[in-house]
């Protein structure tokens, strides 16, 4: 089946620092790639929706100056939260989908953050 | 985002029983439906999905989807220790997928 995994699986830094995520489709080409947030005990919240060799297209609410996604390859896409802060300490996710089944999604399995 | 809304339980069940996890969705556009398990700590892992009125089968689980009520059920039918988890009932109006809150699942031995 479809692989996707993330880098790191978790992560702590200190407030003010910049974090960045990795997300790779291991056996596929991912045209479209997915990243989540979820906080303790809610869903998961689409933060921004990515395809190769474009901008991101980020959800109401969120600062695409403070997410920075880059979808460079079919393979990798990057989140990099800049300037963190303890209150983006949550579980982010991505998800890829190679585009041949539009509905469906390959989920990483998440990188979870701690801001100090 | 999409209004996609579940019951956050905890949903309580007995080893053997079966049982009954609920979503509705609010944008009638929307085209595909599935139910994710997510275990504490872990990405959700993909069930099952519908396009179709109607039921669909796999094994114990079966998804029920009703377009005009805009509901999206999953039984799980024998529920077993290991099924105690968050389901997460998710929503395709277009290019992108939404999430309900999820709905608490405990299996008691």
């Known amino acids: 089946g479809a692989v996707v995994s993330q880098h790191p699986s978790w992560v702590i830094c200190k407030s003010g620092t910049s974090v960045k995520i990795e997300c790779r489709s291991l056996d596929f080409q991912a045209t479209t790639m997915f990243w989540y947030r979820q906080f303790p005990k809610q869903s998961l919240m689409l933060m921004a929706t990515?395809?190769?060799?474009?901008?991101?297209?980020?959800e109401q609410g969120v600062e695409k100056d403070k997410f920075l996604i880059n979808h460079a390859s079919l393979t990798l896409s990057t989140l990099t939260v800049t300037s963190a802060h303890p209150e983006d300490s949550s579980f982010y996710i991505c998800s890829a989908s190679s585009g041949l089944s539009i509905d469906e999604q390959f989920f990483g399995p998440g990188t979870r953050l701690t801001v100090l | 985002q999409k209004e996609v809304e579940q019951n956050s339980g905890p949903l309580s069940v007995p080893e053997g029983a079966i049982a009954s996890l609920n979503c509705t969705y609010s944008d009638r556009g929307s085209q595909s439906f599935f139910w994710y398990r997510q275990y504490s700590g872990k990405s959700p892992e993909l069930i099952m999905f519908i396009y179709s009125n109607g039921d669909k089968e796999d094994g114990r689980f079966t998804a029920q989807l009703n377009k005009a009520s805009q509901y999206v059920s999953l039984l799980i039918r024998d529920s077993q220790p290991s099924d105690s988890a968050t389901y997460l009932c998710a929503v395709n109006p277009g290019n992108q997928f939404y999430f309900g809150t999820g709905t608490s699942l405990t299996v008691i031995p």
């Open positions: 990515s395809n190769e060799g474009s901008k991101a297209t980020y």
